[in-house]
C-alpha cells in the first residue's frame, strides 16, 4: 500500500494509505450509519482505529487515543476524493512507479511514461496479496491449539509418572533401609571372625612362647640341682639330659616368631556410594606377602615404566579391596632419589609408575603403609634407550609354517600378545609373547564373527580386540579369545568406507576412513562420536595416538603422515613423495613408542622409516627382496611394550621380529 501522503483537503485524507481512504465504508450494507464497534452506541462514527479495526464514536476514540493507539479520523463520510492538482478530477488511477494515487489527467500529463492501473484493480491485487500473506493463520492457529492440547497432556502424563516415581522411591527407600540393616549386621559379624581369627592367631603364638619358657624354667631348676650334687655319675647323666634339653629347648627358641604374628590393622572405611551401603570392613594388607608384578630389571632412561602391586593378607590371600597407602621410591647409583606415582585400582591392586633420570644401577624401595615389602629394595639397572639406528637382521620371522597369505596391520596386546589381520584367508592371527600361535578365527563372510577384508586391528585398555572388516564396511570387536561382541560403523550414525586403519585411546575408537576421506570417532561401546577432515586427507590409511596425546595418520595418497589434536583440529604434516631420506611412498602403517618416536611402514619404498617425535627424520631399514630384513610390500607396523618391533612383510607373506636393542 501507500505511504502516508496528503491528497487533497478532504478530511478523509487523513487515513495513511489513500486507496483504503477511497473505500472507506462507513455505512451498513442496509444503508443504516454503522455504530460505534467499541461501545456499541448509535453515535456518530468520527474514527477508525487501525490497530483495533474498529470503528469508534467520539468517546471511545478519546480512550484509543489515550492508549497510544493508531487512530484515522473519519469525520467526513464522502465517498469520493478529488485531485488536489486536477479539481474536481476523482483519483480514479494508481502509479506504482510513484506510489500514488492520482487522476486520469495526471497520467496523460505528470505521469507520462510511468506504470499505472486503476484504483479499483490495485486495491485488488493488494487485497489478494494480503490473502496470500494470511493464509497460513488459520494453520498456524490449528497448529498451537494442538500444540497447546499436547502439552497440557504431557504435563498430565507427568503428573502421573512423578506418582508412580515417588512410589518407587518410597518402596526402594525401605528396601535399601532394610539392606542397610543386614549389611549392618553382616559387618558386625565379619568384625567378630577378624577379632577371633586374630584373637586365635596371637592366643596360639602366646602358647607357643609359654611351652618354651616352661622349658627353660625347667632348665633353670636342673641347674639349681647340680650344685648341691657331688655324685660324677649323677653328674654326667644329668649332663646329658640338660644338654639333650637345651638343644631341644634351643631349636624351638630359634624358629620361634617373636614378634605379633597379627597386626592390629582393621579398618572400616565408609563409602557414599549407595550401591556399596555402609562400607566395607577388611584386613589391611600384609607387607611380606603383598608382591609386586610385571616390574622390569633393565629400564630405559627417561622412560616411564609402569608395575603392578598386588596386596595380599597375612595368609596370602588376595586383598580385594584398596586404600592402602603404598610408597614408591628408586634410589640412582649416586644416591638421588626419585619419588614414583601410585594409582589405586580400588580392587586391591595397584599401578606404579616411575622415571629414572640417571644411567647405571638403581634399588627400588616398595613399602605399604610404611612397611618395606619382603624383597625390597629391588635392583635395576638403567639403560639408554634405543637409538633406531643399525637395524638389520630381524630375531624371528612368523608366518605360522606358511598359512599366512596376506598378512597386513599388527597389534600389540597386554602381556606382549599379538595379534595380525591376514586379509586374503579372512582370518585374525593371535599369537602370545614367545610368538606362539595360540588362535586363528574367521572366515569369508558378511556374518558376526566373518570378513570380507580384515585389516585394522586395535586393542583397548582392557585388551579388547577391533578388528576393520573393510570389504564389509565396519568394525567387529571381540574379546582377546576371538569372542565376537558387537559391531559399528555400518550405519547408526556414521558409515565407513573401505575404511583401514583403527586405534582404541581412552574409551574412543579412531578409525581411518579411506573412502570418505576422513577419520570417524566412536565410542568403545560402538556409538558414533563425531568426523574429520576431508580438507587434509586424501587417502587416511591408518591412525595411532602420540605421547603428546595427538592423533598421527598416515596418508597414503599424499605420502605424509598428518598430525591433528584428538578432537579433529589440523596441527601440521611431514614426509614428501619420493624415496630419498624421509621421503615416502605409499605408506601404509605407523606405530610409536613410548618416547614418541614415529615409525612408519613405507610401503612404496618396502621399508621402514624413522622419525622423532617433531617428525624430523631419524634413519630407516629395510629394501626390496625377500631375504631376513628385507620386504615387499610392508601393510603393518607395531611395538611390543619392550621394544620389539613387528612388521607385516605382506607379500612375503609373513611378520618379521627385530630385537628391541
Same mark, same amino acid.
Request: with cysteine; glycine share 8%.
Given at each position: 500500500?501507500?505511504?502516508?501522503?496528503?491528497?487533497?483537503?478532504?478530511?478523509?485524507?487523513?487515513?495513511?494509505?489513500?486507496?483504503?481512504?477511497?473505500?472507506?465504508?462507513?455505512?451498513?450494507?442496509?444503508?443504516?450509519?454503522?455504530?460505534?464497534?467499541?461501545?456499541?452506541?448509535?453515535?456518530?462514527?468520527?474514527?477508525?482505529?487501525?490497530?483495533?479495526?474498529?470503528?469508534?464514536?467520539?468517546?471511545?476514540?478519546?480512550?484509543?487515543?489515550?492508549?497510544?493507539?493508531?487512530?484515522?479520523?473519519?469525520?467526513?463520510?464522502?465517498?469520493?476524493?478529488?485531485?488536489?492538482?486536477?479539481?474536481?478530477?476523482?483519483?480514479?488511477?494508481?502509479?506504482?512507479?510513484?506510489?500514488?494515487?492520482?487522476?486520469?489527467?495526471?497520467?496523460?500529463?505528470?505521469?507520462?511514461?510511468?506504470?499505472?492501473?486503476?484504483?479499483?484493480?490495485?486495491?485488488?491485487?493488494?487485497?489478494?496479496?494480503?490473502?496470500?500473506?494470511?493464509?497460513?493463520?488459520?494453520?498456524?492457529?490449528?497448529?498451537?491449539?494442538?500444540?497447546?492440547?499436547?502439552?497440557?497432556?504431557?504435563?498430565?502424563?507427568?503428573?502421573?509418572?512423578?506418582?508412580?516415581?515417588?512410589?518407587?522411591?518410597?518402596?526402594?527407600?525401605?528396601?535399601?533401609?532394610?539392606?542397610?540393616?543386614?549389611?549392618?549386621?553382616?559387618?558386625?559379624?565379619?568384625?567378630?571372625?577378624?577379632?577371633?581369627?586374630?584373637?586365635?592367631?596371637?592366643?596360639?603364638?602366646?602358647?607357643?612362647?609359654?611351652?618354651?619358657?616352661?622349658?627353660?624354667?625347667?632348665?633353670?631348676?636342673?641347674?639349681?640341682?647340680?650344685?648341691?650334687?657331688?655324685?660324677?655319675?649323677?653328674?654326667?647323666?644329668?649332663?646329658?639330659?640338660?644338654?639333650?634339653?637345651?638343644?631341644?629347648?634351643?631349636?624351638?627358641?630359634?624358629?620361634?616368631?617373636?614378634?605379633?604374628?597379627?597386626?592390629?590393622?582393621?579398618?572400616?572405611?565408609?563409602?557414599?556410594?549407595?550401591?556399596?551401603?555402609?562400607?566395607?570392613?577388611?584386613?589391611?594388607?600384609?607387607?611380606?606377602?603383598?608382591?609386586?608384578?610385571?616390574?622390569?630389571?633393565?629400564?630405559?632412561?627417561?622412560?616411564?615404566?609402569?608395575?603392578?602391586?598386588?596386596?595380599?593378607?597375612?595368609?596370602?590371600?588376595?586383598?580385594?579391596?584398596?586404600?592402602?597407602?603404598?610408597?614408591?621410591?628408586?634410589?640412582?647409583?649416586?644416591?638421588?632419589?626419585?619419588?614414583?606415582?601410585?594409582?589405586?585400582?580400588?580392587?586391591?591392586?595397584?599401578?606404579?609408575?616411575?622415571?629414572?633420570?640417571?644411567?647405571?644401577?638403581?634399588?627400588?624401595?616398595?613399602?605399604?603403609?610404611?612397611?618395606?615389602?619382603?624383597?625390597?629394595?629391588?635392583?635395576?639397572?638403567?639403560?639408554?634407550?634405543?637409538?633406531?639406528?643399525?637395524?638389520?637382521?630381524?630375531?624371528?620371522?612368523?608366518?605360522?609354517?606358511?598359512?599366512?597369505?596376506?598378512?597386513?596391520?599388527?597389534?600389540?596386546?597386554?602381556?606382549?600378545?599379538?595379534? =595380525? #589381520?591376514? $586379509? &586374503?584367508?579372512?582370518?585374525? !592371527? /593371535?599369537?602370545? %609373547?614367545? +610368538?606362539?600361535?595360540?588362535? @586363528? *578365527?574367521?572366515?569369508?563372510?558378511?556374518?558376526?564373527?566373518?570378513?570380507?577384508?580384515?585389516?585394522? =586391528? #586395535?586393542? $583397548? &585398555?582392557?585388551?579388547?580386540? !577391533? /578388528?576393520?572388516? %573393510?570389504? +564389509?564396511?565396519?568394525?567387529? @570387536? *571381540?574379546?582377546?579369545?576371538?569372542?565376537?561382541?558387537?559391531?559399528?560403523?555400518?550405519?547408526?550414525?556414521?558409515?565407513?568406507? &573401505?575404511?583401514?586403519?583403527?586405534?582404541?585411546?581412552?574409551?574412543?575408537?579412531?578409525?581411518?576412513?579411506?573412502?570418505?576421506?576422513?577419520?570417524?570417532?566412536?565410542?568403545?561401546?560402538?556409538?558414533?562420536?563425531?568426523?574429520?577432515?576431508?580438507?587434509?586427507?586424501?587417502?587416511?590409511?591408518?591412525?595411532?595416538?602420540?605421547?603428546?596425546?595427538?592423533?598421527?595418520?598416515?596418508?597414503?595418497?599424499?605420502?605424509?603422515?598428518?598430525?591433528?589434536?584428538?578432537?579433529?583440529?589440523?596441527?601440521?604434516?611431514?614426509?614428501?613423495?619420493?624415496?630419498?631420506?624421509?621421503?615416502?611412498?605409499?605408506?601404509?602403517?605407523?606405530?610409536?613408542?613410548?618416547?614418541?618416536?614415529?615409525?612408519?611402514?613405507?610401503?612404496?619404498?618396502?621399508?621402514?622409516?624413522?622419525?622423532?617425535?617433531?617428525?624430523?627424520?631419524?634413519?630407516?631399514?629395510?629394501?626390496?627382496?625377500?631375504?631376513?630384513?628385507?620386504?615387499?610390500?610392508?601393510?603393518?607396523?607395531?611395538?611390543?611394550?619392550?621394544?620389539?618391533?613387528?612388521?607385516?612383510?605382506?607379500?612375503?607373506?609373513?611378520?618379521?621380529?627385530?630385537?628391541?636393542?
Amino acid at each position: 500500500m501507500a505511504d502516508k501522503q496528503e491528497t487533497n483537503k478532504n478530511p478523509a485524507n487523513n487515513l495513511n494509505c489513500s486507496l483504503c481512504a477511497k473505500f472507506v465504508k462507513i455505512l451498513r450494507d442496509d444503508g443504516t450509519e454503522k455504530k460505534c464497534d467499541d461501545c456499541g452506541s448509535n453515535e456518530q462514527v468520527v474514527a477508525l482505529c487501525i490497530n483495533c479495526t474498529q470503528y469508534l464514536c467520539e468517546v471511545c476514540n478519546s480512550y484509543h487515543i489515550r492508549k497510544e493507539h493508531d487512530v484515522v479520523a473519519v469525520q467526513s463520510i464522502e465517498k469520493t476524493l478529488y485531485c488536489p492538482i486536477h479539481s474536481q478530477k476523482e483519483l480514479d488511477h494508481y502509479c506504482e512507479t510513484c506510489d500514488k494515487v492520482i487522476c486520469h489527467y495526471c497520467v496523460t500529463k505528470d505521469h507520462v511514461g510511468h506504470t499505472f492501473d486503476t484504483v479499483e484493480s490495485t486495491a485488488s491485487k493488494h487485497r489478494n496479496e494480503l490473502i496470500k500473506i494470511i493464509a497460513p493463520v488459520d494453520e498456524m492457529s490449528t497448529s498451537l491449539t494442538k500444540a497447546k492440547k499436547d502439552i497440557n497432556l504431557m504435563k498430565g502424563k507427568i503428573e502421573n509418572q512423578a506418582i508412580k516415581i515417588k512410589k518407587l522411591l518410597d518402596k526402594c527407600h525401605e528396601e535399601q533401609i532394610a539392606r542397610l540393616n543386614e549389611h549392618h549386621q553382616q559387618l558386625k559379624k565379619q568384625l567378630q571372625d577378624e577379632l577371633s581369627q586374630k584373637g586365635e592367631a596371637l592366643t596360639t603364638q602366646l602358647e607357643d612362647i609359654k611351652s618354651v619358657q616352661d622349658q627353660l624354667a625347667n632348665m633353670k631348676k636342673q641347674h639349681g640341682g647340680l650344685e648341691k650334687t657331688t655324685d660324677r655319675k649323677v653328674l654326667s647323666k644329668k649332663k646329658e639330659y640338660i644338654e639333650k634339653s637345651m638343644k631341644e629347648v634351643s631349636d624351638k627358641y630359634k624358629t620361634l616368631n617373636t614378634l605379633p604374628v597379627e597386626t592390629d590393622s582393621i579398618e572400616f572405611v565408609p563409602v557414599n556410594n549407595p550401591n556399596l551401603l555402609l562400607g566395607h570392613l577388611f584386613t589391611s594388607a600384609h607387607p611380606h606377602t603383598s608382591e609386586v608384578v610385571d616390574l622390569p630389571h633393565n629400564i630405559g632412561y627417561s622412560t616411564k615404566v609402569d608395575f603392578t602391586i598386588q596386596t595380599r593378607n597375612c595368609k596370602g590371600e588376595k586383598c580385594t579391596k584398596g586404600g592402602h597407602h603404598i610408597s614408591v621410591e628408586l634410589k640412582s647409583v649416586t644416591g638421588n632419589v626419585t619419588i614414583g606415582e601410585v594409582k589405586d585400582n580400588n580392587d586391591g591392586s595397584y599401578v606404579a609408575s616411575f622415571v629414572a633420570g640417571e644411567v647405571g644401577d638403581a634399588k627400588l624401595s616398595v613399602s605399604i603403609n610404611g612397611l618395606q615389602f619382603k624383597e625390597s629394595p629391588y635392583s635395576l639397572k638403567t639403560v639408554l634407550t634405543r637409538n633406531y639406528q643399525g637395524i638389520n637382521m630381524p630375531d624371528e620371522v612368523v608366518n605360522d609354517n606358511g598359512s599366512m597369505s596376506g598378512p597386513c596391520h599388527i597389534a600389540v596386546g597386554k602381556d606382549s600378545m599379538w595379534v =595380525v #589381520a591376514d $586379509d &586374503s584367508n579372512k582370518c585374525v !592371527y /593371535i599369537f602370545n %609373547g614367545q +610368538n606362539k600361535l595360540l588362535k @586363528k *578365527f574367521g572366515s569369508n563372510g558378511s556374518g558376526s564373527g566373518q570378513f570380507s577384508t580384515p585389516c585394522g =586391528v #586395535a586393542f $583397548d &585398555s582392557d585388551n579388547d580386540l !577391533y /578388528i576393520l572388516d %573393510g570389504g +564389509n564396511n565396519r568394525v567387529q @570387536k *571381540f574379546n582377546i579369545n576371538g569372542h565376537y561382541l558387537l559391531q559399528f560403523g555400518n550405519g547408526g550414525g556414521y558409515k565407513l568406507k &573401505s575404511a583401514e586403519g583403527i586405534t582404541a585411546h581412552g574409551y574412543k575408537v579412531y578409525v581411518a576412513d579411506d573412502r570418505n576421506k576422513r577419520i570417524a570417532v566412536f565410542q568403545t561401546n560402538g556409538q558414533f562420536c563425531t568426523s574429520f577432515d576431508s580438507e587434509h586427507l586424501s587417502g587416511p590409511y591408518d591412525v595411532a595416538v602420540n605421547t603428546n596425546n595427538q592423533l598421527l595418520v598416515v596418508d597414503i595418497n599424499n605420502h605424509c603422515v598428518v598430525t591433528f589434536t584428538l578432537d579433529g583440529h589440523y596441527v601440521g604434516k611431514f614426509g614428501t613423495q619420493g624415496s630419498g631420506r624421509g621421503q615416502l611412498s605409499n605408506p601404509r602403517a605407523l606405530a610409536i613408542d613410548i618416547n614418541g618416536f614415529i615409525l612408519v611402514a613405507d610401503s612404496g619404498n618396502d621399508r621402514v622409516s624413522i622419525f622423532d617425535k617433531s617428525g624430523n627424520y631419524i634413519d630407516c631399514f629395510g629394501s626390496n627382496g625377500s631375504n631376513a630384513g628385507q620386504f615387499s610390500n610392508p601393510k603393518g607396523i607395531a611395538l611390543s611394550p619392550n621394544g620389539s618391533i613387528y612388521v607385516s612383510d605382506t607379500d612375503n607373506k609373513r611378520v618379521q621380529i627385530f630385537s628391541n636393542y
